[in-house]
C-alpha cells in the first residue's frame, strides 16, 4: 500500500511540473526547486530547533543544510538565483529522458506485455527526441518548447496515474 501511495504522489508531482514548466517555461526549474528547498530546509532546520529546545545533541552541518536549503530556496524564488544557466544541460537531460522513455516503451511492450502503455511511452519518448532536436536548433521554437515539454510531462504524469489506479499491481 505504502508504494502505491508513493507512486501515486509522484504521478501528482509530474503531472504538477509538467503544468508548472507548460506556464513558466523553463523559469519553472527555479519554483519547483526553490518551494523542494524551503521545505527541505524548513523541515531540517526545525528538527535543529526541536533537538537543541529538548537539549539533544545537533549536528552543525544538519543546521547548516537546513538554512542554506531555505536561503537557496528564496533565492531561486525571488530571481536572485537561476538554473537558466543549466538550460542548455537540461536540455540534454530531456533528450536523454526522450531517447531513454521510447526504450522503456519497447521494454514495457516486450517484457510487461502492456502494449498501449508501451506504445505511448514510445510516441512521447519519440515526441520529446525530435522536440529536444529543433529547440537545439531553432531558437525561435525555445519559448513553445517549455509549453509542448510541459504538456508531455503532464500527459505522462496523468497516464502514470492511470495505470496506477487501474493495476492492482504496481511493478
Known amino acids: 500500500m505504502k508504494e502505491k501511495t508513493a507512486s501515486i504522489v509522484s504521478a501528482i508531482i509530474t503531472i504538477a ?32 530547533i526541536v533537538f537543541i529546545a529538548k537539549k539533544k545533541p545537533i549536528s552543525f552541518s544538519g543546521l547548516f543544510l537546513g538554512v542554506a ?55 512521447l519518448g519519440l515526441a520529446i527526441i525530435a522536440l529536444a532536436i529543433v529547440y537545439m536548433n531553432v531558437v525561435r521554437f525555445r519559448t513553445a518548447f517549455w509549453i509542448i515539454v510541459g504538456v508531455i510531462i503532464a500527459i505522462y504524469g496523468v497516464l502514470d496515474l492511470v495505470m496506477i489506479l487501474t493495476n492492482k499491481k504496481k511493478k
Request: charged share 5%; aromatic share 10%; proline share 1%.
Open 69 to 123: 536549503l531555505i536561503v537557496i530556496g528564496i533565492f531561486l524564488l525571488t530571481g536572485y538565483l537561476s538554473f537558466g544557466v543549466l538550460e542548455h544541460l537540461i536540455v540534454a537531460i530531456i533528450l536523454g529522458l526522450g531517447i531513454a522513455l521510447a526504450l522503456y516503451g519497447i521494454l514495457t511492450i516486450a517484457v510487461a506485455k502492456q502494449v498501449p502503455f508501451g506504445v505511448v511511452q514510445m510516441i
Open 17 to 48: 511540473l509538467g503544468i508548472l514548466i507548460a506556464i513558466f517555461g523553463f523559469g519553472a526549474l527555479d519554483i519547483y526547486v526553490g518551494i523542494g528547498c524551503l521545505v527541505a530546509g524548513v523541515v531540517l532546520a526545525v528538527v535543529n
